[in-house]
């Protein structure tokens, strides 16, 4: 499951918990009913500054409201990265952005 449609179901679920609708929780967090609707189904992500606003209006916090499943060990990220790679070997264009990004995620911190 993608990380949008994981974060909109916890949201819901959350929402859902604290008996609001998506009008309800809408105007409290000050968004368009139809956007919050796509944000719960994963079609849609929400900008920081709303993410603030939900998490007030629901009183949660960040560990409540995101999924911590994808946390892996660095063996099992070095095996998925290494599986990425495989498959991405075979287009030249891939992996030129590949090592673009990864050189400055290495090298800016």
């Not at 609708?21 to 709303?50: C, H, W, Y």
């Not at 070095?78 to 050189?103: G, T, V």
Request: hydrophobic letters at 35%.
């Amino acid at each position: 499951m993608d990380f949008k449609k994981s974060f909109g179901e916890k949201l819901k679920r959350l929402r859902k918990n604290k008996n609001l609708t998506q009008e309800q929780l809408a105007e409290m967090i000050d968004v368009d009913p139809r956007n919050l609707s796509r944000i719960e189904v994963g079609s849609s992500f929400v900008k920081a500054e709303t993410l603030e606003k939900i998490l007030n209006a629901l009183d949660v916090t960040t560990e409540q409201l995101f999924p911590n499943d994808h946390i892996q060990t660095p063996d099992e990220l070095m095996r998925d990265i290494n599986k990425y790679l495989n498959i991405a070997k075979k287009s030249p264009r891939k992996l030129e952005k590949i090592h673009k990004l990864m050189r400055f995620i290495v090298f800016d911190e």
